[in-house]
């Protein structure tokens, strides 16, 4: 009985022992299996954190490169459009010095016999350019000394906005009349400015609703539906009927077909357009104030009748900063500020 009893015993300690070991043995198997475990999490952390900042890196690069594309469109854009008023007002040039050239031909041997002729009209000229007339009494009815002043025409593109007021005292601190070219879209928020360049005494002209090149360059009826959109809104918010217009871009832009017949439909209706022949540049977004500056005093004396293009559109504070100077050196050189208005010879690319 005893020899049975010592074998169960013996048993029981047995497996015992041998649970004992199976569960050493697993909770050890356990243990490595978890710090292996533990080991790929940390290493796939490591591997998430570096992947987020190499994901940082690359929004931050996108982010700039994205920003410096969009700096270099307004660029190419500005350059496109100063290169479209530089290439209207060579064509301008062009056509005048050939105008200029034919009349000397014309004229070569009368100017050889009247020697004396010449001389006194040259006298006369230098009388009258320097501003004393020694026949002040000598004009044909309809005509008189008035006419022989220095007129300068400024205009601004891309009207109303933030800086019009500023640009309107401006104006009146030299007297100076202007012209206003009106877009709508965007600029509604600034339509009170409307009246108030109409009641300081200048002329409010048209420029487009949109001013996107696409839509209203595409179809002469698409050109129409833009216009008769910008015309309700002036119409609308200062009883001011206008009958002047500028293309945007000069009217240059777009096929020849689809501007010919604007330009046919438009003066249907009894609208004058008007391009420029001085050009402030300040089209591109990377002119200084200085190189407005310079290209105003530089040109405006190039043309008999200056019409020079600016901009009064937001962000144009470099335009806003140079029309003191502007002004003032217009001034010092005798010239009268004039608005635009249908008795006045327009400047035409096509």
Same mark, same amino acid.
């Given at each position: 009985?005893?020899?049975?009893?010592?074998?169960?015993?013996?048993?029981?300690?047995?497996?015992?022992?041998?649970?004992?070991?199976?569960?050493?043995?697993?909770?050890?198997? *356990?243990?490595?299996?978890?710090?292996?475990?533990?080991?790929?999490?940390?290493?796939?952390?490591?591997? $998430?954190?570096?992947?987020?900042?190499? /994901?940082?890196?690359?929004?931050?690069?996108?982010?700039?490169?994205?920003?410096?594309?969009?700096?270099?469109?307004?660029?190419?854009?500005?350059? /496109?459009?100063?290169? #479209?008023?530089?290439?209207?007002?060579?064509?301008?040039?062009?056509?005048?010095?050939?105008?200029?050239?034919?009349?000397?031909?014309?004229? %070569?041997?009368?100017?050889?016999?009247?020697?004396?002729?010449?001389?006194?009209?040259?006298? $006369?000229?230098?009388?009258? #350019?320097?501003?004393?007339?020694?026949?002040?009494?000598?004009?044909?009815?309809?005509?008189?000394?008035?006419?022989?002043?220095?007129?300068?025409?400024?205009?601004?593109?891309?009207?109303?906005?933030?800086?019009?007021?500023?640009?309107?005292?401006?104006?009146?601190?030299?007297?100076?009349?202007?012209?206003?070219?009106?877009?709508?879209? $965007?600029?509604?928020? &600034?339509?009170?400015?409307?009246?108030?360049?109409?009641?300081?005494?200048?002329?409010?002209?048209?420029?487009? @609703?949109?001013?996107? =090149?696409?839509?209203? @360059?595409?179809? /002469?009826?698409?050109?129409?539906?833009?216009?008769?959109?910008?015309?309700?809104?002036?119409?609308?918010?200062?009883? @001011?009927?206008? #009958?002047?217009?500028?293309?945007? %871009?000069?009217?240059?832009?777009?096929?020849? &077909?689809?501007? $010919?017949?604007? !330009?046919?439909?438009?003066?249907?209706?009894?609208?004058?357009?008007?391009?420029?022949?001085?050009?402030?540049?300040?089209?591109?977004?990377?002119?200084?104030?200085?190189?407005?500056?310079?290209? !105003?005093?530089?040109?405006?004396?190039?043309?008999?009748?200056?019409?020079?293009?600016?901009?009064?559109?937001?962000?144009?504070?470099?335009?806003?900063?140079? *029309?003191?100077?502007?002004?003032?050196?217009?001034?010092?050189?005798?010239?009268?500020?004039? #608005? *635009?208005?249908?008795?006045?010879?327009?400047?035409? =690319?096509?």
């Amino acid at each position: 009985m005893k020899k049975v009893q010592y074998a169960a015993i013996t048993i029981c300690g047995i497996l015992l022992i041998s649970c004992c070991g199976f569960f050493a043995y697993q909770s050890w198997n *356990l243990g490595r299996r978890y710090q292996t475990l533990e080991t790929e999490a940390s290493a796939l952390r490591d591997d $998430n954190s570096k992947l987020q900042k190499d /994901k940082s890196k690359l929004d931050t690069e996108l982010t700039d490169s994205t920003a410096q594309l969009k700096e270099k469109e307004r660029y190419v854009a500005g350059q /496109k459009e100063y290169i #479209s008023e530089l290439s209207g007002q060579i064509e301008s040039l062009t056509e005048g010095g050939d105008d200029e050239s034919d009349s000397q031909t014309a004229n %070569g041997n009368s100017r050889t016999n009247n020697d004396a002729d010449d001389t006194a009209d040259s006298e $006369n000229s230098t009388n009258m #350019s320097s501003g004393s007339d020694a026949y002040p009494n000598l004009y044909a009815e309809g005509c008189s000394p008035e006419d022989s002043k220095k007129v300068v025409y400024l205009t601004f593109d891309d009207v109303p906005s933030n800086l019009t007021p500023k640009v309107l005292d401006l104006l009146d601190r030299y007297h100076a009349k202007a012209t206003f070219f009106v877009v709508c879209n $965007n600029n509604e928020e &600034y339509a009170e400015y409307l009246s108030e360049i109409v009641e300081r005494g200048h002329t409010l002209a048209l420029h487009s @609703y949109s001013h996107n =090149y696409d839509e209203i @360059y595409a179809s /002469k009826d698409a050109f129409l539906r833009d216009y008769e959109k910008v015309y309700d809104w002036v119409v609308k918010n200062t009883g @001011y009927t206008p #009958s002047l217009f500028r293309f945007p %871009g000069g009217s240059n832009n777009g096929s020849s &077909y689809v501007v $010919n017949g604007i !330009i046919d439909e438009m003066e249907e209706r009894g609208f004058q357009y008007f391009d420029w022949n001085v050009s402030s540049g300040d089209g591109s977004e990377l002119t200084t104030t200085e190189n407005i500056i310079d290209n !105003i005093c530089s040109n405006v004396g190039v043309p008999e009748f200056p019409i020079v293009l600016m901009h009064d559109g937001r962000g144009k504070n470099a335009t806003l900063a140079a *029309l003191p100077t502007v002004l003032e050196y217009l001034s010092d050189n005798g010239y009268e500020f004039r #608005s *635009l208005d249908k008795t006045v010879e327009a400047v035409h =690319y096509r």
